[in-house]
């Protein structure tokens, strides 16, 4: 009787143990290997939200893509993805814990330059491979061996602008640019190459991101007649921007930065839209381009899937993200998880055809794109039309 | 000369908005000796709900503009009945710390009402901007202007003829005295609450075709507003009113004269400058004490 007793519970812990490796045992044996966990860190709530949200689904409906066509080397990918709220602070949280707790193989985002910027010391010290959704050039400009971008930059944007600027024959222009970091990001470019394309920059305004007039400013950039106006911010500045100018009854064309690249921007604007022009990465003209151009297969690919998952019409952000997880995912392909074979796998990525264009990275180049990533579009009627 | 016209009429738009941010901050203040730091919540939730009466649910223009006041004000008294009034200890820090929570949560509110995307609507007249000289004044700006002189004129006329604003000021005065005399003083500051944030939704509603509004607005106008309370003297009706034009002049010429990079460091030099000479704003009714 005594023995029994003492037994029993004993004999309930092994069942129980061997009963735990019966369920287990097949779960394992089923994926047969562990999955690859990859780090998201996008704003998808706050103010730059438009950006981060559209990232984070492309993020997840490229990993469910990849892994329905059998994941890395038959390992499923994993996604952790955290939210920034475009907070710098919250983004240094949110990638220390994707190092230290989740121990992933790679981060993609953030969504913004800044923060980017303040988790890149963190990212050189973990040796952990990266790639930015942020348009800033600081982030690959110098190279750092880890850390890579796939969002078309400022540098394109201006040399496309200025390169209609010098087809037109157009001499002397104003900037106004939002106080804040892209702002001043594309003031430094636009300022930099203005030479080269013998330009001459008239006067230099800048506008609060959430200013409700601007007429003072349009009025300073009116009294020397500049042949056009660049404006360099996201929404809902520029928005304003273009509704002033109308309302001043200004003759002067107005550009706009990649940054308004949205259908967001004319329905802000309204009637004051008509004839803005603006770069923009080749997604939102994806139905205009000609049949030869090798990225309308996949941009129309990529729409008809987004909104099949989302139900909701495709942002022109999204693709960074998608851009930075197909990539990731090939240069992962025989790395057997190795942080330094994932990253030197990305760094030979060479014509890989993306959403935002076409990558040919190489240890001097972390972004990979070419002039071609942007086309110049004019806004006529409400609708996108492809400059020449 | 057609340059200084256009920086005034772009700094008196401006500075009637804060005007009228200024004078919400101002009655409360004067009924309560509270700031509510979620003023500027309530200039959003003024634009946000003309957004969904004239964008969304294609309302007339005056029915628009009364239903959204009347949802702000409703949302005002809602606010002091839920969130001021249950208080057990009402020390003025807990109030006005109630006061920050309740805008961070209008906020979110407003995040998760009418999404994170930006909005706009026509203005509420097309003419063409009048030429005055060469400089354009907005048809819009004219509205603003006009709807701002209606409202003090009439908050005007509410304080010094009727009995209830008689009662308020009275009650703004002093407590007790009127208390004695039988006026209900939780009645005035209930109705100051909702008077305060009626004047949110006005200065939410006239701004809302000059520029795009989004659920995240109202914190740097409401700042700005009450800037302009602090530097026309905060208390008092006609101290708002300059105070509001006082600013938004300033940054206009600011930005004309100086470098629109300093726009607001200009505006609020000279705020730090005013206050130091006088410490109670220009037009000082109450005594200033120091914490």
């Known amino acids: 009787m005594l023995t029994i007793t003492t037994c029993h519970p004993l004999k309930r812990i092994i069942t129980l143990v061997v009963a735990c490796l019966i369920i287990t045992s097949p779960a394992l044996a089923e994926s047969g290997k562990a999955p690859y966990k990859i780090g998201g860190i996008f704003a998808v709530t706050g103010p730059s939200s438009m950006l981060g949200d559209p990232e984070k689904k492309s993020m997840e409906l490229a990993v469910e893509q990849i892994n329905k066509a059998g994941g890395v080397d038959g390992h499923m990918l994993e996604a952790i993805i955290y939210d920034t709220e475009g907070d710098p602070s919250k983004t240094v949280m949110g990638a220390s814990k994707l190092i230290n707790k989740d121990n992933v193989m790679a981060i993609v985002g953030p969504s913004l330059t800044p923060t980017t910027l303040a988790v890149m010391p963190m990212i050189q010290k973990a040796k952990m491979p990266f790639i930015s959704c942020a348009a800033g050039n600081k982030i690959v400009q110098p190279v750092d061996p880890w850390v890579f971008k796939t969002a078309q930059s400022d540098i394109m944007a201006v040399a496309t602008i200025y390169g209609n600027f010098k087809a037109k024959n157009i001499k002397k222009i104003s900037i106004i640019t939002v106080a804040n970091a892209f702002g001043e990001s594309g003031k430094e470019q636009l300022r930099a190459q203005a030479p080269s394309f013998g330009l001459t920059i008239l006067k230099e305004e800048t506008f609060g991101a959430t200013d409700t007039d601007m007429t003072a400013q349009i009025t300073k950039i009116r009294q020397d007649n500049p042949e056009a106006i660049v404006c360099w911010g996201t929404n809902p500045g520029p928005a304003v921007i273009a509704k002033n100018i109308q309302q001043l009854g200004l003759n002067i064309p107005l550009y706009q930065s990649h940054g308004v690249a949205s259908p967001k921007f004319i329905e802000l604007a309204g009637s004051a839209a008509e004839g803005v022009m603006l770069p923009t990465g080749k997604i939102l003209v994806a139905g205009l381009l000609p049949d030869t151009d090798p990225q309308k297969k996949v941009l129309t690919a990529y729409m008809a899937d987004y909104k099949n998952k989302f139900n909701t019409p495709v942002s022109g952000f999204g693709g960074y993200a998608y851009d930075a997880v197909n990539i990731l995912a090939a240069a992962m392909k025989g790395s057997n998880g190795d942080k330094e074979k994932i990253r030197a796998g990305i760094e030979n990525t060479k014509g890989h055809v993306g959403i935002s264009g076409i990558f040919n990275f190489s240890p001097t180049d972390h972004n990979g794109l070419g002039q071609d990533a942007f086309v110049m579009v004019k806004i006529v009627n409400g609708k996108w039309e492809l400059m020449k | ?291």
């Open chain 2, 1 to 291: 000369m057609q340059e200084l016209l256009q920086y005034f009429f772009s700094g008196i738009t401006n500075g009637a908005i804060y005007a009228v941010i200024a004078i919400g901050f101002s009655m409360l203040y004067n009924s309560t000796e509270l700031i509510n730091f979620a003023h500027g919540e309530f200039v959003m939730l003024g634009s946000m709900c003309m957004i969904t009466f004239v964008g969304v649910m294609h309302l007339p223009l005056m029915p628009a503009i009364i239903l959204a006041i009347a949802c702000v004000t409703a949302a005002g008294l809602l606010f002091e009945r839920l969130a001021i009034r249950t208080v057990k200890h009402p020390e003025h820090i807990v109030l006005i710390i109630i006061t920050v929570g309740a805008s961070i949560f209008l906020r979110g509110a407003g995040m998760i009402i009418w999404g994170k995307d930006a909005f706009s609507i026509p203005p509420f007249s097309s003419h063409p901007p009048l030429d005055i000289h060469g400089a354009k004044l907005l048809a819009q700006s004219i509205w603003i202007i006009a709807i701002f002189l209606l409202t003090s004129i009439g908050l005007q006329l509410f304080y010094k003829k009727t009995l209830t604003g008689k009662a308020m000021e009275a009650n703004a005065i002093s407590k007790r005295a009127a208390w004695i005399v039988g006026i209900p003083s939780r009645l005035m500051v209930t109705l100051a609450f909702g008077l305060s944030a009626a004047m949110g939704g006005v200065a939410g509603v006239i701004i809302s075709p000059v520029t795009m509004c989004s659920y995240d607005m109202g914190t740097m106008i409401g700042l700005k507003g009450f800037c302009a309370a602090m530097l026309g003297g905060l208390g008092s009706l006609w101290g708002a009113l300059i105070g509001g034009f006082l600013l938004g002049i300033l940054e206009a010429f600011g930005v004309g004269f100086v470098s629109s990079g300093l726009k607001d460091a200009t505006a609020f030099l000279l705020l730090l400058f005013i206050l130091y000479v006088r410490p109670g704003g220009i037009i000082s009714s109450v005594d200033v004490k120091r914490f």
